[in-house]
């Protein structure tokens, strides 16, 4: 009987004395921040045990590997409309992720878009007083008077023969521009190396008289703020800044400012 205790003993397998490694739950806060890979490579680690399935299936399915997935689906799966509100959420979090991509791109669209489209313009504003030093300086450039002939018998355009040019009147009309543009070619002898400023009563057409001159082949066009009689005008600046030859005068003064345009235009010569 003794004899086969040590046969007993070395038939039957060794006992693993050691306790069971029992599964840890991993802290919320360090599993937000721990990477993919690590969570991999626990995966393997617990596949090696019997309780592989139950931790995988758990750890897959928390939220916080679902937070660390780099695309979210942006419509329901089971109705297959698109969900608003991750969209929004999607747009508010690449906001706040590249906030001076987004206020580079805003500054783009708001400020220099515009800016460029209205400098590259050939029609474009001008006060009178640097519409008069255009004129000036610049053979090209000539003076259009789009007001009708009632306006043009009560107030007189600009005499620029003091610059050795001539003011070109031709009223504007809205239901025949294609006649006007006929019209105001005819008066000049270049209109595709003529830059014109245009000029009426206040500024309520000189603007889109302008854009039509551009579209019609004329090289640039300006339209005078403030027309003749509009707040920063032709009158309200001639007393102050402009020479005497080239004011307007009301028809009882047209002749005596002749006179004195005259007198004016022999002391320059």
């Known amino acids: 009987m003794m004899s086969s205790l040590p046969t007993i003993l070395a038939s039957s397998p060794p006992r693993n004395l050691s306790k069971p490694s029992t599964p840890q739950t991993p802290n919320s806060d360090q599993s937000r921040t721990a990477p993919l890979n690590n969570i991999s490579h626990s995966l393997h680690l617990l596949s090696k045990t019997n309780l592989s399935l139950t931790l995988s299936h758990t750890i897959l399915c928390s939220p916080v590997l679902a937070s660390t997935q780099p695309f979210t689906s942006i419509s329901d799966q089971s109705t297959g409309k698109i969900d608003l509100e991750s969209i929004l959420i999607t747009i508010d979090n690449f906001f706040n992720k590249y906030p001076f991509f987004v206020a580079g791109c805003t500054f783009i669209y708001l400020v220099v878009y515009p800016a460029a489209i209205f400098y590259l313009r050939k029609y474009k504003p001008i006060t009178a007083i640097n519409a008069f030093l255009?004129?000036?300086?610049?053979?090209?450039?000539?003076?259009?008077?789009?007001?009708?002939?009632?306006?043009?018998?009560?107030?007189?355009?600009?005499?620029?023969?003091?610059?050795?040019?001539?003011?070109?009147?031709?009223?504007?009309?809205?239901?025949?521009?294609?006649?006007?543009?006929?019209?105001?070619?005819?008066?000049?002898?270049?209109?595709?190396?003529?830059v014109v400023c245009v000029l009426d009563n206040f500024d309520g057409n000189s603007m889109k008289v302008a854009e039509l001159l551009v579209e019609n082949g004329f090289k640039e066009a300006y339209y005078i703020k403030g027309g003749a009689r509009g707040k920063n005008g032709w009158l309200a600046i001639q007393e102050e800044l402009l020479p005497p030859p080239v004011h307007m005068y009301t028809a009882k003064n047209a002749k005596s400012s002749s006179n004195n345009e005259s007198s004016i235009v022999g002391t320059e010569n």
């Open 134 to 194: 255009k004129l000036k300086s610049q053979p090209d450039s000539q003076l259009l008077d789009i007001r009708d002939d009632k306006t043009l018998a009560s107030l007189a355009s600009p005499s620029l023969k003091f610059l050795g040019k001539s003011s070109v009147q031709v009223p504007y009309s809205e239901e025949d521009e294609s006649g006007f543009v006929k019209r105001v070619k005819g008066g000049f002898s270049d209109p595709e190396n003529t």
